[in-house]
């Protein structure tokens, strides 16, 4: 059975601190892979999602990059933390090819920018 | 412009009633919808979806959701409700990409 999971769970980090999450799917092959932000309030942001290894789309201009450099893993980054960037990211899979829009999620990873 | 209306943010229940949250989508929106539940500081967890087929969807939990073309609506229900689904729920259609409401917080009380 395919699993998706994100470290570190919870993070506190101090403005103009780097970043980096990370996300990992495991049992399936060349997944669509996903990352979301939850602000307090909100609903759901795509921020990045991926096709490939190397080919990310970005959703939404802002301080934050993804990179893909394996076809399973997923790392959200941001060079200089701002507090606007406190909020709970999750990442999310998609089976390649099967445009039905179902995603699976991970168990997100909520980030504290002080 | 493709969109996914939840229109209420907040629910509150008492523990056995019945529930419905309600879901419209935009025509542009596609035919596939999903309902999610997200329980607190968790990931989200497909509740049901709809892809094909007949118009009653049933899903986990005890949850069903009745696509209605006419009205452009996805609907969420419950007969009774129990404490432990108090949570955050979230209505989804697929576009170009997963476009997600703004949530609906169902809070059951005793």
């Known amino acids: 059975s395919q699993t998706i999971h994100q470290w570190p769970a919870t993070l506190v980090q101090p403005v103009g601190s780097p970043l980096s999450l990370e996300c990992t799917v495991e049992?399936?092959?060349?997944?669509?892979l996903y990352w979301y932000r939850q602000a307090a309030g909100r609903g759901l942001q795509l921020l990045f999602y991926?096709?490939?290894?190397?080919?990310i789309s970005s959703e939404v201009p802002q301080n934050l990059s993804a990179s893909r450099p394996q076809d399973r893993q997923f790392i959200l980054s941001s060079k200089k933390l701002l507090l606007s960037d406190s909020g709970f990211y999750l990442c999310?899979?998609?089976?390649?090819?099967?445009?039905?829009?179902?995603?699976?999620f991970g168990e997100g990873s909520r980030l504290t920018v002080l | 412009a493709q969109s996914v209306t939840q229109l209420d943010s907040q629910v509150p229940v008492f523990e056995e009633a019945p529930v419905e949250l309600r879901c419209n989508y935009s025509s542009s929106v596609s035919v596939y919808l999903f309902w999610y539940v997200q329980y607190p500081n968790q990931g989200l967890q497909l509740l049901l979806k709809y892809l094909s087929g007949s118009t009653l969807v049933k899903g986990i939990n005890g949850f069903e959701a009745e696509f209605n073309k006419s009205q452009t609506s996805f609907h969420l229900r419950k007969p009774s409700v129990h404490i432990s689904d108090t949570a955050e729920y979230f209505c989804a259609g697929y576009g170009t990409a997963l476009i997600f409401g703004k949530g609906t917080t169902l809070s059951v009380s005793s």
């Open positions: 999310a899979w998609s089976r390649a090819g099967v445009n039905t829009g179902e995603l699976f």
């Open positions: 049992g399936t092959s060349n997944p669509n």
């Open positions: 991926s096709v490939g290894i190397g080919q």
